[in-house]
Nanobody, 123 residues
Framework: QVQLVESGGGLVQAGGSLRLSCAAS????????MGWFRQAPEKEREFVAH????????SYADSVKGRFTISRDSAKNTVYLQMNSLKPEDTAVYYC????????????????WGQGTQVTVSS
């Protein structure tokens, strides 16, 4: 089992920045692919970014590429999502997720999920 706890969400003006954190506990964190997803009201949960167990391989949704950066600190069992140049359309609940297996952007292929943290970007 892996337990995930997100933090760092909040209210920010358009153009601002936030850094989300996801603290993991349980099984060997370093062997899991980690991802960030988000879900806006009345929309499906969507992929934002993921990072390999080594931290070398990353991938981003086109909508956030160049603005968001995912990273991980295996010594601290923590994954981060640095979000810059935020836009109102980035408003959503952001979820951290863990997956055993190859990289994926598919929601249902992630085994463990955090409770989510709200990000609200005002115009």
């Amino acid at each position: 089992q892996v337990q995930l706890v997100e933090s760092g969400g909040g209210l920010v003006q358009a153009g601002g920045s936030l850094r989300l954190s996801c603290a993991a506990s349980g099984r060997t964190f370093s062997s899991y692919y980690m991802g960030w997803f988000r879900q806006a009201p009345e929309k499906e949960r969507e992929f934002v970014a993921h990072i390999s167990w080594s931290g070398v391989l990353t991938s981003y949704a086109d909508s956030v590429k160049g603005r968001f950066t995912i990273s991980r600190d295996s010594a601290k069992n923590t994954v981060y999502l640095q979000m810059n140049s935020l836009k109102p359309e980035d408003t959503a609940v952001y979820y951290c997720a863990a997956r055993q297996g190859p990289r994926s952007i598919v929601v249902r292929e992630y085994n463990y999920w955090g409770q989510g943290t709200q990000v609200t970007v005002s115009s």
